[in-house]
């Protein structure tokens, strides 16, 4: 079932655009003083171009949708959710316990989004990169078509920089 690939070329503009959407969203959310609910839209910013940025040949693997998305996802909902619950709880007063020398709040936004969110990204780059990201081949045709690319140009600069002839002083 995970295996399925899905084509994300004809929604290419509509990910950017969601991605920008989603930008303003958190920022007018934050500006008009709901800072709990702008920090959950920040969670799904990263969506847009991750999808955009892990498509090879314009497909992106559903495997990459569940692991390293799916789980950045619920850790960022976590962290921002723990950060809710204990500046709620800790409200005007000090806590009686730190988390790795942080505040509750802070340490649950630290070690779930932060560190665990990020974390579970770059592990997967490394788990499915020859498989998702760079399969066998692909850097093979990358530069054939770069060698291919400055072929025309080299063409093109030598066929419109044929000597010309001086032009004369004509008094």
Do not use: C
């Amino acid at each position: 079932m995970l295996d399925r690939k899905i084509d994300v070329e004809p929604y290419v503009t509509h990910l950017m655009v969601a991605g920008a959407a989603l930008w303003l969203g958190s920022l007018l959310l934050g500006v008009a003083g709901y800072w709990f609910e702008a920090l959950l839209v920040t969670v799904f910013v990263f969506h847009p171009y991750f999808v955009v940025g892990a498509a090879h040949d314009h497909e992106i693997s559903l495997k990459l949708l569940v692991y390293p998305l799916g789980v950045f996802t619920v850790l960022g909902l976590a962290g921002f959710g723990g950060a809710q619950y204990y500046s709620e709880a800790f409200m005007g007063q000090t806590p009686e316990f730190l988390i790795t020398g942080m505040h509750p709040s802070f340490a649950a936004v630290f070690w779930l989004y932060w560190i665990g969110g990020f974390m579970s990204v770059n592990l997967a780059y490394g788990l499915y990169y020859r498989e998702h990201f760079l399969p066998d081949g692909a850097w093979d045709e990358f530069l054939a078509e770069l060698e291919e690319i400055e072929a025309e140009e080299t063409a093109a600069s030598e066929s419109t920089s044929e000597p010309v002839a001086e032009a004369t002083e004509v008094n």
